[in-house]
T-cell receptor, first 112, second 112 residues
Framework: SQELEQSPQSLIVQEGKNLTINCTSS?????LYWYKQKYGEGLIFLMM?????EEKSHEKITAKLDEKKQQSSLHITASQPSHAGIYLC????????????FGTGTRLQVTL | DADVTQTPRNRITKTGKRIMLECSQT?????MYWYRQDPGLGLRLIYY???????NKGEISDGYSVSRQAQAKFSLSLESAIPNQTALYFC???????????FGDGTRLSIL
């Protein structure tokens, strides 16, 4: 079965600093979905990646899927308190997105 | 109004009670999902449905049942609740194909 490992598990950064979160799969990824969760709330969809080498950006968040399609990274530039939360990656290993397997999440705190 | 609505938002109940969590959506999606989230374990899939006549078990279906009453409604039942079913439960919907899932705000369930 699909296994997803996220690193780091938690992260504390000072406002204005850059940071990277990684999501590594035990299988080839047909699709990789990044979500953000505010503590105790629902998941908000950020970005979807499907092609090896694909990179997408939204505001100050950039996500990339590596060429071998087994790892994705999420990079935040000039972090702000609004970026705080839990970031989860979800993997599609079938190509149909019929089911997603989620990582355990990375908890991000941004200090002033 | 939210596209994916879960009721109740919070529930405290006792061991052995029957509980139903409800999910309704206005997105017009065919696919609906139920997950539970536990600290350190991420999101785990309980059941999913691709249309009204389709119900599939997920990773952790034991102790749970579901009903897809209509395209827009998908309910999760715990027939006889036990304390280790205490968790945050999420409903999600998606369109067909490799499309992102959209989540409700969750139901926090505590079983004493």
């Amino acid at each position: 079965s699909q296994e997803l490992e996220q690193s780091p598990q938690s992260l504390i950064v000072q406002e204005g600093k850059n940071l990277t979160i990684n999501c590594t799969s035990s299988k080839t990824l047909y699709g990789l979905y990044w979500y953000k969760q505010k503590y105790g709330e629902g998941l908000i969809f950020l970005m979807m990646l499907q092609k090896g080498g694909e990179e997408k950006s939204h505001e100050k968040i950039t996500a990339k899927l590596d060429e071998k399609k087994q790892q994705s990274s999420l990079h935040i530039t000039a972090s702000q308190p609004s970026h705080a939360g839990i970031y989860l990656c979800g993997a599609d290993d079938t190509g149909t997105a019929s089911k997603l397997t989620f990582g355990t999440g990375t908890r991000l705190q941004v200090t002033l | 109004d939210a596209d994916v609505t879960q009721t109740p938002r919070n529930r405290i109940t006792k061991t052995g009670k029957r509980i139903m969590l409800e999910c309704s959506q206005t997105k017009g999606h065919d696919r609906m999902y139920w997950y539970r989230q536990d600290p350190g374990l991420g999101l785990r899939l309980i059941y999913y449905s691709f249309d009204v006549k389709d119900i599939n078990k997920g990773e952790i279906s034991d102790g749970y049942s579901v009903s897809r009453q209509a395209q827009a409604k998908f309910s999760l039942s715990l027939e006889s609740a036990i304390p280790n079913q205490t968790a945050l439960y999420f409903c999600a919907t998606s369109d067909q194909g490799p499309q992102p899932q959209h989540f409700g705000d969750g139901t926090r369930l505590s079983i004493l």
